[in-house]
């Protein structure tokens, strides 16, 4: 237990510390191959893991290389300006507004790649629009957390959602069916608490005079207008492929490609040069991180999470599903949440209740926002700021995380139990 403790510890330091550009992927491999060396994992383990989670990856890169290319016909810009209009021109509702724009974001193209994408864009109108630093850092900070908030009503919103409903063969449908009432509670609640608490840096007016029209941002109108039926088409792909039990990776990667492939058609984007600039470190991080969890489940840990699980099943509904989501949501914030959902869906598959499984997920998606490393989405999400710019140290955050955190998380659990 301590070599596989010590191993898992190590490797998710240098994640989080990335020492002279060592990327996730990489430390993750590394900490795989110490793992498997050391005799913690086996290589029957490594194909067990890998049987896990690569639709997960796959479809969490199809994903990504959708909203890329969604990204460069100008899809994401046109719909935060729109957002920014229609506020016309009051601050409050501009940022009531922004997170609305982020959770419907979040859901159809994962909480990873609202943080990669929709975060330079806003903060890039937020500069164009003079606001001040603390107007912009309560803007950011804002969306950083409903990218993962509102990341629950469909499989591929996030990657823990992926991995837990393959792992309990879920179905998309019904997977959407059981979170779509927490998903509009997690919006609507995190939407109000945030506001609360940062109102005071939020400007009664904004000029929004300053901003170019929607309309200007569209490199191509025509793939513009052809991406909202394709959008439409590959949703319904989804719960197609759930009726006749297709992986979700079919849809996500196939599309992606699909689309990367019409928008190379039409010169809107450059195929090779998009495949290669895709988060491919993910694919590695997943498999090599899950590779190092699986170690501290040959350990043990797994069977003493599941004796305290069974025993909170046995407290009756409401206490089983709010502490499971807290224990997930704790876990997540200390060792990041890829690593928890693992070790908490193969704790769970001997407890027998289904509840726990979505509370763990809640769990598993809101807790990260309590640390900066929390979660793989929070990661980049402090990556692309910092190219830009914008500092936000490791105790402003997480100062922000834990006193917003903890309410939102008890009311979304006890929107499940309800």
Known sequence: MLLAISIFLVTLIFIIWQPKGLQIGTSAIIGAVVALLAGVVSLGDVVIVTEIVWDATLAFIGIIILSMVLDEIGFFEW?????????????????????ILGS???????????????????????????LNVKTILAFLLAGGFISDSASLPLVFSNLTNIVT???????????????IIPYIVSTFVSILILWLFLRKDIPQKVDINLLKNPEDVLKNKTLFYFSWVF?????????????????????????????LAIATYFKSAKAWLTIKTAPWQVVWFSIGLYIVVYGLKNAGLTDYLASILQNLNNQGEVIAIVATGFLSAFLSAIMNN???VMIMDIALTDVGNQALV????????????M??????????????????GVKISFWEYSKFGLMVTPPILLIVLLSISI
């Open 165 to 179: 409903a393959n792992y309990f063969d879920i179905g998309f449908i019904e997977y959407s069916l059981n979170m």
């Open 104 to 130: 419907i974001v979040s859901a159809l193209f994962a909480n990873d790649g609202a943080a990669l994408i929709l975060t330079p864009i806003l903060l890039a109108k937020m500069r164009i629009l003079k």
């Open 338 to 340: 890829m690593p928890t």
């Open 371 to 388: 640390t900066p490393f929390g979660s793989l989405a929070t990661l980049l999400w402090l990556h692309v700021l910092a190219q830009k």
């Open 79 to 99: 719909s935060a300006l729109k957002m920014a209009k229609f506020a016309n021109g009051s601050g409050h509702k501009m940022f009531v507004y922004s997170l």
């Open 358 to 369: 979505y509370a763990n997920i809640i769990g598993c998606n809101l807790g990260p926002k």
């Open 231 to 259: 959008l439409a088409l590959l949703l319904m792909g989804y719960f197609i492929g759930d009726k006749y039990n297709i992986p979700i990776s079919i849809f996500a990667l196939g599309g992606g490609l699909v689309f």
